[in-house]
């Protein structure tokens, strides 16, 4: 059996192939992680979030400070993220996110060699409702390193027909 070129299906019965298309992206400022020590599961470590900055040509919004990134470096190395934040849209709305990642790296250090989330939003009915109502993946990627940071770029998830 050949592929469609389009919905890349082996059959015409089979779900399309989702698209991604850009949503925003920006840096998000950390405080130095708070090591909780040694579980059954791995190291827990916490790391608080103070601030930041994402922009797109979907959300444009500013990282509000109070929200953290809680991290378990499981025996094997990889990170299991799972970060709980607030942004502040342009317009003031504002969105709760949370947000899984996993991380692996093999030094345990930058550049990671897999660093990718799956951010969830919660947005009042607005202008803004439709972040409820789409699954999203992200990137992750080192910050800027004159602060503790991440920069991490989100993706909406399409199906093919959707503009």
């Known amino acids: 059996?050949?592929?469609?070129?389009?919905?890349?299906a082996i059959n015409p019965n089979d779900p399309p192939t989702p698209t991604l298309r850009f949503v925003t992206g920006g840096q998000?400022?950390?405080?130095?992680?708070?090591?909780?020590?040694?579980?059954?599961?791995?190291?827990?470590?916490?790391?608080?979030?103070?601030?930041?900055?994402?922009?797109?040509?979907?959300?444009?919004?500013?990282?509000?400070?109070?929200?953290?990134?809680?991290q378990l470096i499981r025996t094997d190395r990889v990170f299991e993220l799972e970060a709980v934040y607030d942004l502040c849209c342009d317009d003031g709305t504002l969105v709760h996110v949370r947000n899984q990642a996993?991380?692996?790296?093999?030094?345990?250090?930058?550049?990671?060699?897999?660093?990718?989330?799956?951010?969830?939003f919660e947005a009042p009915l607005g202008p803004h409702d439709w972040l409820n109502d789409h699954l999203f993946v992200g990137t992750i990627a080192q910050g800027d390193a004159t602060h503790p940071s991440i920069r991490i770029d989100v993706f909406q998830l399409l199906m093919p027909d959707m503009s």
């Not at 996993?102 to 969830?120: E, F, K, L």
């Open 1 to 8: 059996m050949t592929q469609d070129p389009v919905h890349n």
């Open 28 to 70: 998000v400022l950390l405080q130095p992680e708070v090591d909780h020590g040694l579980t059954p599961r791995g190291r827990r470590l916490h790391v608080p979030i103070t601030g930041g900055r994402l922009d797109g040509p979907r959300l444009r919004a500013k990282v509000l400070p109070g929200g953290a990134d809680w």
């Open 102 to 120: 996993i991380w692996r790296s093999d030094t345990g250090d930058w550049p990671a060699r897999y660093a990718m989330c799956q951010p969830r």
